[in-house]
């Protein structure tokens, strides 16, 4: 199958997986912090990776790293 045909197999809202060769993160929340953390990315209309990703840049930049990618 070839590259194209598998990017219009995906499904509508997930994240292109090219971007800047991503690697996955997993990590274990309670399932209640995931429902707020999901309810309130809707409701001021972002994507939760975004949202997690500015959140990991942030807490680099705290810890002294001067650029975080």
Same mark, same amino acid.
């Given at each position: 199958?070839?590259?194209?045909?598998?990017?219009?197999?995906?499904?509508?809202? *997930?994240?292109?997986?090219?971007?800047? !060769?991503?690697?996955?993160? *997993?990590?274990?929340?309670? *399932?209640?912090?995931?429902?707020?953390?999901?309810?309130?990315?809707?409701?001021?209309?972002?994507?939760?990776?975004?949202?997690?990703? !500015?959140?990991?840049? !942030?807490?680099?930049?705290?810890?002294?790293?001067?650029?975080?990618?």
């Amino acid at each position: 199958m070839s590259i194209r045909a598998m990017e219009e197999k995906k499904k509508p809202g *997930r994240p292109s997986t090219n971007k800047d !060769d991503p690697v996955y993160v *997993r990590a274990r929340v309670p *399932r209640e912090l995931h429902k707020s953390f999901k309810l309130a990315c809707t409701e001021d209309d972002l994507v939760m990776e975004d949202v997690v990703k !500015d959140l990991i840049k !942030d807490w680099l930049t705290k810890r002294g790293k001067k650029n975080p990618a």
